[in-house]
């Protein structure tokens, strides 16, 4: 009764790596109990989400071919965009976010267009309006731009609008540091910089008010739900946001913040369930409405029994 903070199943969102060809199921080294699925597997795996009181999933796609303009990214048979049907069919009251950047289609895994060796803003936002669109018409209920680029939140905002998608909610990664939390991810998705890194659009890490600037600009944009990213080191960044803005807050508990668990449970070092559920709670006291998380499933299975 006098618990201050309880979580549930209800609070995560479940990450999903799909990826090409059939019957695939692998597993990525660096975060045990997570893999790049095939389609076909990803519906049955739907299902098991689904089965455990977990509402949500955010989906990432690791697409066959990639290229210089990342055009996976907005082809509407993608990988993607099919997975959100097959999805649908299967599992149709799981909530499907999607993930709206170009970094895990382009040759040079980059978050947009390259000019002149440089990501170039305003020529990347046109493509992203375009990713997100296709993502809504294959059936997505929510969109989660993740690139960091300057006024990408308005311009989805507008094509999904005179779309006729006025309805559909945008999660933006607001506040989006340029952390080494990251690594484990980028074998997830594929999407490792071939040159160069991400610091010219995601935040320092020894930055606090700024992240309240971008966002205040996200929600002024017309973001519905705001991301802070990473969670774990950034808890007081979340709780500024959960304070200083009335719309919901979300955190990613990000793949570096997992498989540092991971490791250590398979050192014996830690008591891997006390440990995920300490860090689950304190993003959620910290003040997250909903926490994206690989953990989801494991600890999904804990609050169930
Ligand atoms: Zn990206």
Not at 67 to 74: C, F, M, R, T, V
Not at 149 to 171: K, N, Q
Not at 291 to 298: G, M, Q, R, V
Request: hydrophobic share 40%; glycine share 6%; aromatic share 8%.
């Amino acid at each position: 009764m006098v618990r201050e903070t309880s979580l549930s199943p209800d609070d995560f969102i479940y990450p999903l790596f799909v990826t090409y060809g059939k019957g695939v199921k692998k597993e990525i080294p660096s975060m045990p109990g997570c893999f790049q699925e095939s389609l076909d597997l990803v519906t049955e795996h739907a299902k098991e989400i689904r089965s455990l009181g977990i509402p949500s999933v955010i989906l990432f796609g690791i697409p066959e071919h990639k290229d210089e303009i990342g055009s996976g990214a907005y082809d509407d048979q993608g990988i993607v965009q099919n997975a959100i049907r097959a999805i649908k069919d299967a599992a149709p009251e799981l909530y499907v976010i999607t993930d709206v950047c170009m970094c895990e289609y382009t040759s040079h895994g980059h978050c947009g267009l390259i000019e002149e060796g440089d990501v170039s803003n305003d020529p990347t936002l046109e493509l992203l309006s375009k990713e997100a669109l296709s993502h809504v018409k294959a059936g997505a209920d929510m969109v989660a731009p993740s690139d960091m680029m300057d006024g990408r939140v308005e311009a989805i905002r507008l094509t999904l609008d005179e779309e006729g998608f006025s309805g559909i909610p945008i999660m933006s990664y607001a506040a989006k540091y340029a952390s080494a939390f990251y690594g484990p991810f980028r074998d997830a998705a594929e999407s490792t910089p071939q040159f160069g890194d991400r610091r010219s659009y995601q935040m320092d890490p020894a930055n606090r008010r700024e992240a309240l600037k971008e966002v205040a600009l996200d929600i002024e944009e017309g973001a519905d739900v705001v991301m802070v990213k990473p969670a774990l080191s950034y808890l007081d960044i979340i709780s500024d946001v959960r304070d200083s803005f009335d719309v919901p807050v979300a955190a990613y508990n990000v793949s570096g913040e997992y498989s540092l668990v991971k490791a250590a449970a398979q050192l014996g070092w830690i008591d891997e369930q006390r440990l995920m559920m300490e860090i689950l709670t304190s993003i959620k006291r910290a003040g997250a409405d909903m926490i994206l998380t690989y953990f989801a499933k494991d600890a999904a299975r804990l609050l169930n029994s």
